[in-house]
């Protein structure tokens, strides 16, 4: 667990260098995280895969900017919504005891994962996060699981 709460403080101070959204994924997404330092030859990106319900909101304004259940189209508000993390850096991470993930960025904007995929419900992890190390992920327990590289 110790590796786990060092590998999530390690995403501050990165930036969305990619998300991936919309059309067949659905409400599923992905944000790949760099800090400069990566060559995409020898050194991928943090990525975080989500699955699970989340919500994007403007905290700074005190509004939603998009959620889970919206229009996932390429032009939809989803799409939109999450497109517009690309190149902000992350601020700071929380992780609630039911490992419920919400990122603040330096804009204001703040990413809150849901873990509602449970063990009466059919799937295999809520979010996912890899790393350098391996693979984190929350699986329908609502526990981690790691993958080693």
């Known amino acids: 667990m110790e590796e786990f709460q060092t590998a999530i403080a390690r995403l501050i101070g990165k930036k969305v260098k990619k998300v991936g959204a919309g059309g067949s994924t659905g409400s599923m997404f ?46 939809g508000a989803l799409t939109f919504g999450l ?6 850096t992350i601020a700071k991470v929380d992780l609630t005891a039911f490992n419920d993930l919400a990122i603040t960025f330096k804009s204001g904007k703040r990413l809150s994962l849901f873990c509602d995929i449970t063990e009466n419900v059919s799937g ?3 979010w996912f996060l890899g790393t350098k190390d391996g693979y984190y992920s929350i699986d329908t327990r609502l526990k981690l699981d790691f993958e080693k590289k």
């Not at 995280?33 to 989340?54: T, Y």
């Open 30 to 75: 992905t944000l790949d995280f760099w800090d400069g330092n990566e060559i995409a030859e020898s050194r991928s990106p943090d990525c975080l895969m989500v699955k699970c319900s989340w919500r994007l909101e403007d905290i700074l304004n005190v509004k939603t900017i998009t959620g889970w259940q919206e229009d996932s189209s390429l032009q």
């Open 83 to 88: 497109k517009s993390l690309t190149d902000d």
């Open 124 to 126: 295999d992890f809520n």
